[in-house]
Nanobody, 124 residues
């Protein structure tokens, strides 16, 4: 499985950015796709994930982004997007997309596949 993330950049506090991640290679229809982030000097943090059950999709969020970020998924395109609104300087980090089989997890070590990361910088 290969993951390619894009959409990072520099934005002022209060602004918005949209990240996109495309999966290719062997993919699993029952998989979960997730976003994590890692700020300088900090551990990797769970941001959001989308899991699928039958024809329904369920999104989950880390506490620090609830109400501001929205994850969405297009299974036909094997993509997961992250719409980030009301960005804060503390959202500055490298954002990684990842995928695993079955239901989501907020623990990064449970994800075997990772993209290369895209940098988001929020200026105050």
């Amino acid at each position: 499985v290969q993951l390619q993330a894009s959409g990072g950049g520099l934005v002022q506090a209060g602004g918005s950015l949209r990240l996109s991640c495309t999966a290719s290679g062997r993919t699993f229809r029952r998989d979960s796709m997730a976003w994590f982030r890692q700020a300088p000097g900090k551990e990797r943090e769970f941001v959001a994930a989308v899991s699928r059950s039958g024809s329904a999709y369920y999104a989950y969020y880390g506490d620090s982004v609830k109400g501001r970020f929205t994850a969405s998924r297009d299974n036909a395109q094997n993509t997961v997007d992250l719409q980030m609104n009301i960005l804060k300087p503390e959202d500055t980090a490298v954002y990684y997309c990842s995928t695993k089989e079955n239901w989501y997890s907020s623990k990064d070590w449970e994800y075997p596949y990772w993209g290369q990361g895209t940098l988001v910088t929020v200026s105050s």
